[in-house]
Structures are given as structure tokens and as C-alpha cells.
């Protein structure tokens, strides 16, 4: 990742981090990356990553993204791109959701310092990570059902 973002663009200029906090929001930096063996396909992914899908989510107000510049790793032979993202989320529990779903390479929670949880708020937390567990697992079961993707998943697993 280059020291400088090629590119910083900021969400929600007025809007008060510490009254999202003050009412139970989690404010994070969260590092998200695409990898892709064609240049462009990784920045379209990136660019529909933050702009289409992450800006628009409901429970998630967006701060700053910063990108940086796409690589290519010489010696495995693809494309590489990096987005910081500073933003908040309504409550933990969409911060959970938000990492299940875009699963980024590095999480930096900023504020608050502790969260408390009722048992209500750990019990749909669980059936959210359950639920999204169970649909990867499932796209992961249909995506072999070719034998082509099959040989494939089982090299990239080291043969499991």
C-alpha cells in the first residue's frame, strides 16, 4: 500500500460523531481490499465496494475513504487495491454485520471505549453471523458443484 492515498473523498460533513456516539453508534476504521487479475476489474470492484454498496447501507454513515493505489504482486500475478474507511455504525450489532459482509483485512475500533449488550441484543447478533455463516456456506456448496471450481477450491485449500 503507497504511504499517500491517490484518492480521499468525504461523507456526511455535518453531521455530529458525538451524538451517533452519545446514542449507542461505534465509529471504526475499517481497511477493505479487493484482488483481481485484471487491473480495471479490481478498481470497478472497489470504487462499487465503497460508492454503490457500503455508502448506501442504511445503518452506516460514512466518513472519509481513502484509496490507494492499485498494485500488482509480481509473484502471484494479480491486482491488489486498498480503501480506508473511517464511518459509523448505529450499534454494534450493524458492526458486526458490516465485517461479516465486507470482511476486511484490518478493523480499528475508535469509539466507544465498551459496549454493553442485553441478552435480546447477543441473542440477534448470534442469528446474524449464524444466518450469514449459513448463506456463504451455501453459495460455497453450490459454487462447487462444478467440477472445474471444485479442483480449483481444492488447490486454493491446500488440497481439502
Not at 36 to 50: G, V
Request: proline fraction near 2%; hydrophobic fraction near 45%; charged fraction near 35%.
Amino acid at each position: 500500500m503507497a504511504d499517500e492515498p491517490i484518492l480521499e473523498k468525504r461523507f456526511n460533513e455535518g453531521i455530529d460523531i458525538e451524538e451517533y456516539l452519545r446514542d449507542g453508534a461505534i465509529l471504526v476504521r475499517l481497511f477493505i481490499e479487493v484482488q483481481s487479475n485484471d487491473k480495471d476489474a479490481a478498481e470497478r470492484a472497489i470504487n462499487r465496494t465503497i460508492f454503490d454498496s457500503l455508502a448506501n447501507e442504511k445503518a452506516v454513515r460514512l466518513i472519509y475513504a481513502k484509496f490507494y493505489d492499485i498494485r500488482k504482486d509480481r509473484k502471484l500475478n494479480f491486482f491488489s487495491g486498498v480503501v480506508e474507511v473511517k464511518l459509523l455504525t448505529i450499534d454494534f450489532r450493524w458492526l458486526v454485520s458490516v465485517v461479516m459482509r465486507y470482511g476486511p483485512s484490518a478493523i480499528e475500533i475508535i469509539k466507544p471505549e465498551k459496549v454493553t449488550l442485553s441478552m435480546d441484543e447477543m441473542q440477534s447478533l448470534l442469528a446474524d453471523v449464524s444466518e450469514i455463516s449459513q448463506m456463504y456456506s451455501s453459495k460455497i456448496i453450490s459454487l462447487l458443484k462444478d467440477d472445474e471450481r471444485k479442483k480449483l477450491y481444492e488447490k486454493m485449500l491446500g488440497g481439502a
